[in-house]
């Protein structure tokens, strides 16, 4: 163990990893995971490290690096791990022993209900939420319609195969995992995939735009929720930090991402069902539309989030019609398509 003399920061060695642990005097230190997204993760980072200290110059800022669970296992597809904090368990123990003072995640990999004593204290203007198509070097020009019968798509989600086989029918789906460079690599480097498809805002992030083919609008296929948008969780009980990242709120993204959150929190899904939605807002409320979908069968018709900045009521009507919707879905028969996705799910 050493000492850094200039911050007064203790820098503990582990392996190949440091984690920073700052004394009780200093400023804020940040967390994310580095290697599901590696380079993206450090750049969703520091990009909330940026605007923190835009607004407050005065404050010590420390990022740290650190691992999760589903960072770790890149042989199987999401859907198939079943754990429901893949990407935050590890991150928020390292809240809960103050050893750092904010997390920064991709919403959509933040479960709905989060675990008591954590919020999330921002969230974002939203980046794109829409997939994208990355075709094979030797596919440039065509489009998902365009590709050959039989041309095998690599996404390790439910949700968007389950959408794109429908709209697609002449298409084969199987699932890819690794990070965004492995998956890129799979791609180009083999005769595997035609294709694979990304979330747009993480390209567009990494600079990676030129490498878009298609973006799939929500008639093609409907993103995940929360997907786009940057959250930053903390310590429920941290007054002073959860009025500093108030003003990093962004309104419209807030309102849409409650909605979504209630809207799948009610129907109880996760990365075992192909869960689906697209919101806006129009006139100064949020609109949402829904996908669940198993074989034929398919209907289309706050939630741990401290948003200060945010009408109260207007998060409330948010949540609200994200848990109506939900209700609606229920009703017309949405428990037993979940419930048959999550048994073939098991059995694959």
Known sequence: MNKCEKCCILICS???TFVFIRPFCMGMVLVYSPISVFQLARIQTDSVAGKLKELYPDVHLEIVAMSTVGDKILDKALSKIGEKSLFT????NALERNEVDLVVHSLKDLPTSLPPGFTIGAVLKRETPYDAVILHPKKAGLTLDTLPEGSVIGTSSLRRAAQLKRRFPHLEFKDIRGNLNTRLKKL????DYSAIILAAAGLRRLGWESRISQILTPDDCMYAVGQGALAVEARAGDEDILKMLSVLNDTDTVL???????????????CSVPVAIHSEVKESQVVITSYIKIHVVEERVHVGITARTVLTSAQDAAEKLGTDLAALLLHKGAKKILSVARQLNNAR
């Open 14 to 16: 582990v392996s190949n």
């Open 89 to 92: 368990k590890e991150l928020e």
């Open 188 to 191: 180009d480097d083999h005769d």
């Open 256 to 270: 849409r991402c409650v909605a979504e959150r209630a809207f799948l929190r009610h129907l109880e899904g996760g």
